[in-house]
């Protein structure tokens, strides 16, 4: 805190832990200014559902980044508050951390200090009694109404909590919080929060830097900031020397990943970024001022669920000859129609991805006239079984190197494919993406407090 003018320092050096290893240089020119608190966003639905469903970790650099942020906020006594575990959240990826950091203090002999930890898993029996009680579960998204069935389909359902896990958790003295599934707001604005700083604007800082460098610009991936709030403001900070916050990728940064560039939603009330003002603090800083928090007159928790689809496997084939390019759909069609012949319409799905086409945005691909030399096609079959996965898409891929098509006056030189259909991770979908009112905010995240170190 700065005796002159209350403050409170929270840095970040990642928006998705795990993922990569954040930067050295600037995390350690960060933590030796002493934050009153590091913090870490260690997961996001962004990979999408198969990693809440399987109980899956995305990253392969947990334990790396872990072990640099527990041995250095101990070193200099900061606490550390790490939210949506195991990137989906699940009482899986939190046991997980809890063990990985328990193990780490260990290895480096850090002094016994509180951890605590919250869950965020709802038992799908929870919502059939809700459902049961005549209460309607509101789909986002277009999604419909929640059902008991599709409750019961999903293999692991989580609610998204608020600060308020958080907040018991600090009073109950941890010195190290592992949160389940949380807002991207909520790990940064709680700490705030407690110590008595608007919620507006601490809410506003958990926006800003819930994705740590992606504020900055130009853009660096996993380079650490600092946000300082204040009763009147919030300043956001690069540590890398290559970096700044200016007023431009500070109010892009508000506008990241939202169907309104004003308003974000959270657990207990809405974030208004209609009015806010960004202008320069220095050279590497952006000052904000003018967010408001709305209170939900009923909180609403927002679940998150993931059910089954099949087994996949993966193809690739590679396409060179500019007749087939030109006919890639009529080659598409073939290959489905050969699928149908062979499998029938029933039990099983295939996904053709064209990659210098428009495999990355489908049909909301705006280029329409762009003409390739190559094209790559990604071939992902899924079944019910792992041997029927294996074998619908194999003969997808190869079924491409037969295709006939307009016009082909050869039988060889169309398609140039992969010698072997590969395993991929099992197919998943969203299914519960809804809210469901509540009385306390706090209750569906049972919290927990023990010790760790020596």
């Known amino acids: 805190m700065d005796a002159r003018r209350r403050t409170m320092r929270v840095m970040i050096s990642t928006g998705h832990l795990g993922t990569a290893p954040s930067g050295q240089e600037s995390f350690f020119r960060g933590i030796e200014t002493m934050p009153d608190v590091l913090v870490a966003d260690g997961g996001s639905s962004d990979p999408g559902p198969v990693y809440l469903g399987e109980n899956l970790m995305l990253g392969q650099f947990h334990r790396e980044e872990l072990e640099l942020f527990l041995t250095a906020s101990r070193a200099r006594g900061i606490p550390l508050i790490i939210g949506s575990a195991g990137d989906s959240g699940s009482n899986h990826g939190v046991d997980e951390t809890v063990r990985m950091l328990r193990e780490i203090a260990e290895q480096h002999r850090i002094p016994r200090f509180r951890i605590g930890w919250f869950y965020s898993e709802v038992p799908a029996g929870w919502i059939e009694t809700r459902l049961a009680g005549g209460e309607r579960i509101e789909g986002l998204g277009g999604f419909p109404d929640l059902t008991a069935e599709e409750a019961r389909a999903a293999s692991r359902i989580v609610a998204v909590a608020g600060v308020d896990p958080f907040l018991r958790l600090m009073e109950m003295g941890a010195e190290v919080i592992v949160g389940g599934r949380c807002g991207d707001v909520a790990f940064t604005a709680a700490p705030c929060i407690r110590a008595g700083f608007p919620e507006a604007l601490a809410y506003h800082m958990g926006k800003m830097i819930e994705c740590a460098s992606l504020v900055a610009e130009p853009f660096m991936g996993k380079e650490t900031v600092i946000g300082t709030i204040s009763e009147d403001d919030i300043v956001i900070t690069a540590c890398h020397t290559g970096q700044r916050v200016t007023v431009a990728s500070a109010a892009g940064h508000s506008m990241y990943e939202r169907a309104s560039p004003f308003y974000e939603h959270a657990l207990g009330g809405t974030l208004d970024m209609s009015e806010c003002r960004y202008e320069p603090a220095d050279e590497r800083s952006c000052r904000i001022t003018g967010a408001r928090w709305l209170p939900d007159a009923s909180p609403k928790v927002k679940l998150e669920g993931a059910r089954k689809v099949g087994e996949r496997y993966m193809g690739i084939v590679a396409v060179r000859d500019p007749h087939v390019i030109r006919n890639i759909d009529a080659a598409i069609a073939w290959c489905r129609e050969a699928v149908r012949s062979r499998f029938g319409n029933a039990g099983h799905e295939l996904h053709f991805h064209v990659f210098g086409r428009n495999g990355v945005l489908k049909e909301l691909e705006p280029v329409r006239s762009a003409a390739p030399h190559e094209l790559c096609i990604v071939v992902e079959g899924l079944a019910e079984t792992d041997a029927g996965a294996l074998k619908l898409t194999d003969f997808a891929v190869r079924m491409f190197f037969l295709a006939r098509i307009p016009g082909a006056k050869g039988s060889s030189g169309l398609a140039a494919t992969t010698k ?33 170190g020596v």
């Open 420 to 452: 072997e259909t590969m395993r991929s991770s099992p197919g998943y979908v969203w299914n519960v993406n809804h809210v469901v009112a509540v009385d306390d905010p706090a209750a569906l995240f049972p919290v927990h407090m023990d010790e760790a």
